[in-house]
Structure formats: C-alpha cells, structure tokens
C-alpha cells in the first residue's frame, strides 16, 4: 500500500519554464512534507519543506503547495535550469518523537536546453 | 562543515555473508536514520536511532539491525545476506530527529550487491 505516490515517473521542461512536480499522499496523518533531490550514485539532497499548517512554501525558485483535502502537494520550479535535471522524490512524515520518512517513487525530471 | 561519511562505498558479498555498514553524521547531529533504496521498492524506512536508541523501526526482517555509540556514529548490520538485500543503503543525519524544517541530510550510501 503507497502512502506517498508520484504518478508521473518522468517530465521533460524546456529551460526556463516552469517545471511542476505533483505527489499525492493517503495517510492523513502526515503532517510534514519533503522534497528531494537525487543524482546518481548519490544521497537524496534536501530541497524544501512544508507542515501540514501551510499551503505554501517558497525558497529561490522552489515553491512547494499543499492542498491538504486533496491530500495533494506540487514542487514548482521556476525557472527552470538544466542542472535541474534528476530524480526527485516527495516524502511525508508523521508527528511524534521519532520521524520516519516515506517516500514517493520518484519522478525523473529533464531540462532541455 | 563536514557532511554525513558512509563507508564503505561499495561493497561485494556472497549470500549467507553478514555485513557491517558505517556512518557517521554531521558533527553536533544526534539522530541516524538508515533507509533502503531498490528498484522495485524504492527508498524505504528501516531504524532511525537517538542518543544510543533505537527510537522507530521500519518493516524489515530481524536480519537487519542497528547500533549508535556515544558519539553518535552509527553501523547497521545485515545477517545472512539474500540476493534482495542488494541496494543501495542511505543513513540520514538530522539534530534530534524532528527537525524536518531543515530536512535530513543524506550521506551518499553504501552500494552493497549480494551475489
């Protein structure tokens, strides 16, 4: 069972427009939300955060949105650059003393030059 | 500052092998969280641990465990090694484990492929 859940395994954004990255999540539980950022052969790289008493969070070009009766949150990012170009992953967590992050599946995001 | 150290990064073992995987957080951080990452199943929670304890547990075997010491360095540990424990596996650093305004921060993994 998929709490976290990123449908579109792939997107491809020309450079300089903007890149929307959606994850819809089941557990109404969650109460913190996450974004990553994944090369190869390396470790997930933090992005942008979000509670659950936000619907909006920005960084640079970051901006991630939480709508929570949708159970839904998108990663813009705008504008976009070809470094840019990796996997990312949305996590989500609950409350309580000891967190644990579960992941989406990931979504392999292409900057065209 | 220093990031979070994993070693080794690459390791080969045999099936019914054990193996013993190293990280060591950021300096100050007192929480360690070890995670999975496979093909099929992504990247997956398996202990995270505070202050020498172990705090939450993800759904894996008992093949798979843990330890912190006092410096706050962690090891997980992997018994009898099956074919399917071959992934890619990430330790997480964070202050005390609830900091999540600030994310975690991943160390770049152990690669272990089991054959």
């Known amino acids: 069972d998929q709490q976290v859940k990123q449908n579109s395994p792939s997107l491809s954004v020309q450079e300089g427009r903007i890149s929307i990255l959606n994850c819809d999540y089941t557990?109404?539980?969650?109460?913190?939300f996450l974004w990553y950022k994944k090369y190869p052969a390396e470790g997930p790289t933090f992005l942008i955060s979000?509670?659950?008493?936000?619907d909006k969070n920005e960084d640079g070009r970051f901006t991630v949105f939480l709508n929570k009766s949708a159970k839904h949150l998108s990663l813009h990012i705008v504008p976009s650059q070809p470094g840019d170009s990796a996997v990312y992953f949305c996590a989500a967590s609950g409350s309580g003393s000891a967190r644990q992050l579960t992941f989406g599946s990931g979504t392999q995001l292409t900057v065209l030059p | 500052k220093a990031g979070v150290t994993q070693t080794p990064r690459y390791l080969i073992k045999t099936r019914g092998q054990q193996v013993t995987l190293s990280c060591s957080p950021i300096s100050g951080h007192r929480s360690v969280s070890w995670y999975q990452q496979t093909p099929g199943q992504g990247l997956q929670f398996l202990f995270e641990?505070?202050?020498?304890?172990?705090?939450n547990k993800g759904n894996f075997p008992g093949r798979f465990s843990g330890r912190q010491f006092s410096n706050s360095r962690s090891e997980m540990n992997v018994s009898t090694l099956e074919l399917g424990d071959s992934a890619l596996y990430l330790c997480a650093s964070s202050l005390d484990g609830t900091d999540l305004g600030y994310g975690y921060t991943f160390g770049s993994g152990t690669r272990l492929t089991v054959v």
């Open positions: 641990y505070f202050s020498e304890t172990q705090r």
């Open positions: 979000i509670s659950s008493i936000k």
């Open positions: 557990n109404s539980m969650f109460d913190y």
